[in-house]
């Protein structure tokens, strides 16, 4: 789910169906999440998505821009 989807915003652009891709595209070049480990529980990361940074660490250079383009929240 994208920041706005979590924050229950009924206007979405379409930077938030950019959104997840991103984050699949983190994943599958870093090996990592972006928002903490998958057992937090989903309380712990809706909160994370919507008020938080996205780690980006340890993404590749030839993508960082993009990564971090859209999967910041507010994007």
């Excluded at 009924?10 to 070049?29: E, K, N, Q």
Aim: charged share 20%.
């Amino acid at each position: 789910m994208s920041p706005e989807q979590v924050r229950g915003e009924r206007r979405l652009s379409p930077a938030s169906d950019v959104f997840c891709p991103g984050r699949v595209l983190h994943y599958t070049a870093t090996g990592q999440t972006q928002f903490g480990p998958l057992g937090i529980g989903a309380h712990a990361l809706m909160f994370r998505i919507a008020e938080k940074e996205a780690n980006l660490t340890g993404c590749r250079p030839l993508c960082w821009n993009w990564c971090e383009e859209v999967a910041s929240p507010g994007h």
